[in-house]
């Protein structure tokens, strides 16, 4: 199974400031990555599929990039409610595996 | 609109089986793939099998001999079942359907506890 390491774990920051979260594939998933968001109590939601697009709805702060094996989320300009934890999931062998998250706290 | 919700037992005891529901509206189980995903409490989110569009299934490696995932077309329902629940398989179990790729639409989730 492709294993996804994702990091840091944790990251705390300011408003206002621009984030990145990274995501480490164990093999080539061929921009097969999707990144969600998810506030306790809820849901995940999608906020970027095929590595780089942004799914309807989802701020342009949002951005995903990446190929091959190593693919980041970045924030621009961090709002409060971005205050929540992201996971990185790879679909590319129909085995379908997630990182193990990063919990985002404002600074 | 799309719409998934999940439906179950809540209290399930050690060793007994886990039966879920997820009943879909919005579009057909003919036509979409239907997927479960779990997530321990606090802790992060695992895929654990899916049923195809086709009837065909597919489960994750660490799930596959207790898990069996079935489905009724004609109520847009898909049935997941466990056995030989253990108080680490506690936590929230959600159903989701893909769009262009990754999980678009999801169940609001059911949290399933075992405990004696």
């Known amino acids: 199974d492709i294993r996804m390491t994702q990091s840091p774990a944790s990251l705390s920051a300011s408003l206002g400031e621009t984030v990145n979260i990274e995501c480490l594939a164990s093999?080539?998933?061929?921009?097969?990555l999707a990144w969600y968001q998810q506030k306790p109590g809820k849901s995940p939601q999608l906020l970027i599929y095929?590595?780089?697009s942004l799914q309807n709805g989802v701020p342009s702060r949002f951005s995903g990039s990446g190929s091959g094996t190593q693919y980041s989320l970045k924030i621009n300009s961090l709002q409060s409610e971005d205050v929540a934890t992201y996971f990185c999931?790879?679909?590319?062998?129909?085995?379908?595996?997630f990182g193990g998250g990063t919990k985002l706290e404002l600074k | 609109q799309v719409q998934l919700t999940e439906s179950g037992p809540g209290l399930v005891h050690p060793s007994e089986t886990l039966s879920l529901t997820c009943t879909v509206s919005?579009?057909?189980?003919?036509?979409?793939?239907v997927y479960w995903v779990r997530q321990p409490s606090g802790k992060g989110l695992e895929w654990m099998g899916r049923?195809?569009?086709?009837?065909?299934?597919s489960y994750n490696s660490a799930l596959k001999s207790r898990l069996s995932i079935s489905r009724d077309t004609s109520k847009n329902q898909v049935f997941l079942k466990m056995n030989s629940l253990q108080t680490d398989d506690t936590g929230t179990y959600y159903c989701?359907?893909?769009?262009?790729?990754?999980?678009?639409?999801w169940g609001q989730g059911t949290l399933v506890t075992v405990s004696s």
């Open positions: 989701t359907r893909a769009r262009t790729g990754g999980f678009a639409y």
């Open positions: 919005g579009f057909s189980l003919t036509g979409y793939s």
């Open positions: 049923m195809r569009y086709n009837g065909d299934t």
């Open positions: 093999e080539d998933i061929y921009s097969d």
């Open positions: 095929n590595a780089n």
């Open positions: 999931q790879q679909y590319n062998n129909y085995l379908w595996t």
